[in-house]
């Protein structure tokens, strides 16, 4: 049996780093919590010790059993068993850390506590006495940098050894004397029932009246009698509840330890970071100096460098190079026409359709990348968290769609950090309105041949998204399944600091090459399913090829269906059909349309690439089409994703349902709204559209049924 250490701290304690450097692993190591949601395992790589096994565990302040994180975490601490814990603590938060440690070591496993961030504590000039620290909780501790790698090998080896000796943790902390006659009473009634070892972390938690250690426990009505005597009758001696009791004790205690170890330098002068802070986290100044920096990121990916390196791909590339000289390879050796069809109308097409883009979204991911590397990012959940409590939800409810900006799928999945079920629900519905990567094309599709390249379109689509996600969190906070009181959100702001470039390149090239491979799969696939049904129909009873794709199967399935967005001003079936691939994945949407108005063809030909298709688009029709399919339901992937996340099946239609309706609204009043304003007259279809415009007016004034709680969002620490 390999020997079990877990690692085990609060959120951005560096955990992930440590792990990363004690087990050679590559985990993501982000500053916005609930990144490492579930445990994950390594080797420990060390000349002395062999076969250690590493576990990190979810970052959490407590071992309650409020959050996800924390079951997640005390439940393998309790059942797994491990053979010791390295507990990381923030040398820069010390007394915040303190909290969990005091908790992890009333488990009895042998235990080190690895003081992390030192090179910051000595940086700033504080000063943690780290033998008294040792001597004061009665186990070994260890200043370390994970980020730096120094200490770490001795922290681990010293765990090690300790779990090699079996040597357990025995707390030095001893609380009132009330509080301890309760819990020795109530260690005894448990007698038998729990390992010596955490009868003391048990008794706590029973003190504590924690319903889950009580059901794990299955005592007798008689034995619960006697325990909720002892705990009443302490409850009235100390004049609070059990809880509270045991939180007031601890940070008692806690507040002993930092006097006798902490020194923090007087006259400490305010950090850069603080400075940074104090004009981009600026109440007045937050939300413009961040709607800025997303204008910047998809203009300079869009609209300039992203472009002419895409302009490269698509009017050299795959307009000049790649076409003419595969059909001349194709001719050379005598390929089937059908065949040179297959190749070069539908996956050269399409697949080429889609990779012309992949500059503008390798851009895309760079400047995100740097944003979040350089600490920016985690203020922006900080920032929006002030935002969306006013509305009644969370900033907890941000970070999916922070993380949606690459890829809806971890977005979706990082709603599994949100506690509160209705406000999960909820950010499940709304996470995928964000525009990810791979609907990136599709903004830079219609921004580049439908609007000449302007320079508003690219970042609209982002505050478009931006935008369906508050007037949906208001929405349907005023209704009786979402309303409620926004969670608290605590967060981490770590100190900024330049972007490292590994860092950055290795973001920007796993999120390209996630796109690069889906080219070369599924959209490959879609490509052929969709060149075979245009190109394939019924002439005199006959499946045969036709020469038009007016004449193709897809044509009449297209053409069936394309009424129902005709209202939205884009009845052609080319674009209906389009919308409905991109449910497989949403680059489709691109590959389609380059099958359909002939991407390859047209370029051959000499003339502007995607002239076909700007001339089957207005100006209106097209911002409609690209709201459309940006907020209408996601692809399969992330459809599947919601439904796991969501575990129910009409939770999931309903998401859908309400993303596609939603959308399908939008779009509409965009269109019709805008023939009114441009002078084209007044239809059903305006009617239609201030009757919608007038229902999301009420949706969005009536009044809350619970109001939300108007509390500030807690800043952990800076
Ligand atoms: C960011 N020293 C310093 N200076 N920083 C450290 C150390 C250390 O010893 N150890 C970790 N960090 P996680 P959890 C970041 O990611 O391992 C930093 O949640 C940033 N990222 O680099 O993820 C580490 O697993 C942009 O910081 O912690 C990481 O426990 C700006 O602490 C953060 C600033 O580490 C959390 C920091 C895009």
């Given amino acids: 049996m390999p020997t079990k250490i877990a690692l085990a701290g609060n959120p951005n304690s560096g955990k992930t780093t440590l792990f990363n450097a004690l087990t050679g692993s590559n985990q993501y190591v982000g500053n916005w919590p609930g990144v490492t949601i579930e445990k994950k395992e390594g080797k420990l790589r060390s000349d002395t010790y062999k076969d250690i096994t590493i576990v990190d565990l979810p970052g959490i302040y407590s071992l309650s059993p409020y959050t996800l994180e924390e079951v997640i975490a005390r439940d393998y601490l309790i059942t797994e068993n491990p053979d010791a814990i390295i507990n990381i603590v923030d040398g820069t938060n010390l007394e915040r850390n303190l909290y969990l440690t005091t908790q992890l070591a009333e488990l009895g496993i042998p235990m080190v506590v690895a003081v992390n961030m030192m090179d910051i504590v000595e940086k700033n000039g504080d000063r943690i006495n780290l033998d008294k620290l040792s001597e004061k909780l009665g186990c070994p501790v260890i200043g370390i940098s994970a980020l730096r790698k120094a200490g770490i090998t001795e922290a681990a080896e010293k765990a090690a050894e300790l779990a090699n000796k079996k040597v357990p943790m025995t707390p030095k902390h001893r ?31 029973v003190f504590e009246r924690d319903i889950k250690i009580m059901e794990r426990l299955d005592l007798d009505d008689s034995l619960k009698e006697r325990i909720e005597n002892i705990i009443d009758g302490c409850e009235t001696d100390m004049d609070d509840d059990s809880e509270s009791i045991i939180t007031n004790e601890r940070y008692l205690y806690i507040s002993s330890i930092i006097k ?3 020194r923090r330098k007087s006259n400490k002068k305010m950090t850069t970071s603080d400075k940074i802070d104090r004009i981009v986290t600026n109440r007045w100044l937050a939300l413009p100096i961040f709607a800025l920096a997303m204008f910047a990121v998809y203009y300079l990916a869009v609209t300039t460098v992203g472009t002419w390196m895409t302009d490269w791909t698509n009017d050299v590339l795959f307009g000049e190079i790649i076409p003419p000289a595969m059909e001349s390879f194709l001719d050379s050796i005598g390929t089937a026409p059908w065949l040179q069809s297959l190749i070069l109308d539908g996956i050269i097409a399409g697949v080429g359709a889609v990779l012309g883009f992949i500059p503008q979204m390798l851009v895309l991911f760079l400047a995100l990348a740097l944003l979040e590397d350089c600490g920016y990012m985690a203020r922006v959940a900080f920032i929006m968290d002030r935002i969306f409590r006013k509305f009644g939800l969370s900033g907890k409810s941000f970070i999916p769609m922070l993380i949606g900006t690459g890829c809806g799928v971890p977005g979706i999945m990082a709603s599994r950090t949100i506690e509160n079920e209705r406000d999960r629900r909820m950010t499940i519905m709304v996470t995928t309105f964000i525009p990810c990567g791979a609907k990136l094309p599709v903004i830079a599709l219609i921004s580049g041949a439908l609007f000449n390249g302007a320079w508003w379109v690219a970042p609209s689509a982002y505050f478009v998204g931006i935008a369906a996600i508050i007037f949906s969190g208001i929405i ?9 009181d926004p969670a608290p959100f605590v967060m981490e702001l770590p100190p900024y600091h330049r972007p490292v470039a590994g860092n950055v390149l290795r973001s920007m090239w796993e999120r390209g090459w996630s796109f690069i491979k889906k080219a070369g799969t599924i959209i490959l ?35 069936a269906i394309a009424p129902v967005f005709a209202p939205l001003g884009w009845g052609q079936w080319q674009a209906t059909v389009a919308t409905i691939t991109g449910l497989v994945a949403k680059e489709n949407v691109v590959s389609t349309l380059g099958i359909l108005y002939g991407f390859a063809e047209v370029a051959e030909d000499g003339f ?19 709201v459309f399919n940006l907020l209408c339901a996601p692809c399969f992937a992330a459809i599947g994703a919601i439904r796991r996340e969501m575990n129910n099946t009409k939770w999931t239609l309903f998401a859908i349902g309400y993303q596609t309706l939603f959308a399908y609204a939008v779009s509409l009043s965009i269109y019709q709204l805008g023939m009114l304003f441009t002078g084209n007259g007044f239809g059903i279809g305006t009617a239609a559209a201030i009757l919608i415009v007038a229902l999301f007016l009420y949706l969005l004034m009536r009044p809350y049924r619970e109001r939300p709680i108007e509390a500030a969002s807690v800043q952990a620490s800076m």
């Fill in 525 to 559: 696939l879609s490509t052929i399913v969709v060149w075979f049904a245009s190109s394939f129909g019924i002439v005199d009873g006959r499946i045969v090829m036709v020469d038009d794709v007016n004449d193709g199967f897809l044509s009449k399935i297209g053409g």
């Fill in 476 to 484: 349907l906070k005023k209704t009786r399944m979402f309303s409620g």
């Fill in 608 to 626: 502007e690439i995607w002239g076909l298709l700007a001339s089957s688009f207005t100006v209106l029709s097209a911002y409609s089409f690209l």
């Fill in 260 to 262: 006798d170890c902490y």
């Fill in 175 to 205: 609380f009132s004397d009330e509080l301890e006659h309760a819990i020795e009473s109530i260690e005894g009634l448990l007698g038998d029932r729990v390992e010596d070892k955490n009868k003391r972390w048990t008794a706590i938690k």
